[in-house]
């Protein structure tokens, strides 16, 4: 009696062990069992298939022994893509995993360059393998993307006397990165607004020098 090699891939029910048996009379079984110590959660390997006689009181047999082998299994992780607003925290990175085995899990991490100062623009998310003996792994990169984020400058309302020099030119910003809500306030220095106030002082000084030259 001797039994066939055979094979499986990691994870998968044992396969029914073949054997081939010369020398008996047609239509007269032989005794015997062929057992292995492989299963589901045997690692990547060859494992023996033995042959055990039973009551065979005709016979004189010669049991003859084989190989399950155990291959690695494939698998893919593929990261997800992500997307966030310019000056926010990066998402958490995720990624599908696909052609495990039941109850196994792969060892793998995710990262990408980008964090809460990275400009607008695609970041490639990159997928790192771990130690997995028992698989040939594909690992499959993404894309964090960021995009602009929305901010809103309002200058206030401002009033003076005529011939006052203008006062200082504030605004409202809100959205800017780091500010959860509302914003803070900013003077301008804008040429024109320099200019203006130029003006109305020399036509204030031009009144002034009029009305004294009257008799």
Do not use: H
């Amino acid at each position: 009696v001797q039994s066939k090699c055979t094979g499986q891939s990691l994870g998968e029910s044992k396969p029914a062990l073949p054997w081939v048996g010369t020398g008996p009379r047609p239509g007269e079984p032989l005794g015997y069992t062929l057992a292995t110590a492989a299963d589901a959660s045997s690692g990547i390997g060859d494992y023996p298939i033995t042959v055990t006689l039973g009551s065979n009181p005709n016979y004189a047999i010669t049991p003859t022994g084989s190989l399950l082998t155990v291959s690695t299994r494939t698998a893919t992780v593929a990261a997800n893509p992500k997307g966030k607003t310019y000056g926010d925290a990066n998402p958490a990175l995720t990624a599908v995993v696909t052609g495990t085995a039941p109850g196994d899990t792969l060892d793998y991490t995710l990262a990408t360059a980008a964090d809460a100062s990275s400009g607008i623009g695609d970041y490639p998310i990159t997928v790192t393998l771990g130690s997995n003996p028992n698989y040939s792994v594909t690992p499959a990169g993404s894309l964090l993307t960021v995009t602009t984020r929305t901010a809103t400058v309002t200058a206030e309302a401002k009033a003076k006397p005529y011939g006052d020099a203008s006062p200082a030119l504030t605004a409202v910003v809100t959205g800017r990165r780091g500010r959860a809500s509302g914003g803070g306030r900013r003077g301008s220095a804008v040429g024109a607004v320099a200019v203006r106030r130029s003006g109305a002082v020399r036509r204030g000084w031009l009144a002034r020098q009029t009305q004294r030259r009257e008799p």
